[in-house]
T-cell receptor, first 115, second 116 residues
């Protein structure tokens, strides 16, 4: 079975400070990992993904995430938060050996950046 | 490219009514998905399709039906609407599960459905 956990429902950070949104996963083999962002009244937008290779993945809008196999984590980070980063963030996972099985999404973490 | 389009954007149904949520994509993607999003509950997969003529159940298929007669279209049917189906529905598509494009899903803007 594959699963993903986002342990924080809400993350608050001051504008200009670094931000981290946490994600841990569970798969039997190796994972494909994704981050998506959802702005109010919009569909989800792809931010970045880890397939293979470099553990540090850079994505859209200055976001990055680090794949840590020993800790089974894929935390989303940004060095300096903007008010416009306030949104709902979803982590997703799929076992690379799971055939056509779709992605499993976490429950989401609401990020609030305060000016 | 319009990407993934969904209609309608909003709908109010009475209990027991039926309706079809439309979804279309113009990216020639093989895979299409239907999700529902309830407040604080994240996304739950209703049905998905890996190609025309092939559909499969997701986590919460009860009360819904789908068909995939073409690559472009993936309509979701609610036969007897119930208040528990009040939610925001998202359609998504992806190229496939191999290669560099693996699993990157593209989402539509959503349909907000209220059942009273």
């Amino acid at each position: 079975a594959q699963s993903v956990a986002q342990p924080e429902d809400q993350v608050n950070v001051a504008e200009g400070n670094p931000l981290t949104v946490k994600c841990t996963y569970s798969v039997s083999g190796n994972p494909y990992l994704f981050w998506y962002v959802q702005y109010p009244n919009r569909g989800l937008q792809f931010l970045l993904k880890y397939i293979t290779g470099d553990n540090l993945v850079k994505g859209s809008y200055g976001f990055e995430a680090e794949f840590n196999k020993s800790q089974t984590s894929f935390h989303l980070k940004k060095p300096s938060a903007l008010v416009s980063d306030s949104a709902l963030y979803f982590c997703a996972v799929r076992d690379i050996n799971s055939g056509n099985t779709p992605l499993v999404f976490g429950k989401g973490t609401r990020l609030s950046v305060i000016a | 490219n319009a990407g993934v389009t969904q209609t309608p954007k909003f709908r109010i149904l009475k209990i027991g009514q039926s309706m079809t949520l439309q979804c279309a994509q113009d990216m020639n993607h093989n895979y299409m998905y239907w999700y529902r999003q309830d407040p604080g509950m994240g996304l739950k997969l209703i049905y998905y399709s890996v190609g025309a003529g092939i559909t499969d159940k997701g986590e919460v298929p009860n009360g819904y039906n789908v068909s995939r007669s073409t690559t472009e279209d993936f309509p979701l049917r609610l036969e007897l609407a119930a208040p528990s189906q009040t939610s925001v529905y998202f359609c998504a598509s992806s190229q496939g599960t191999s290669g560099r494009s693996v699993d990157t899903q593209y989402f539509g803007p959503g349909t907000r459905l209220t059942v009273l």
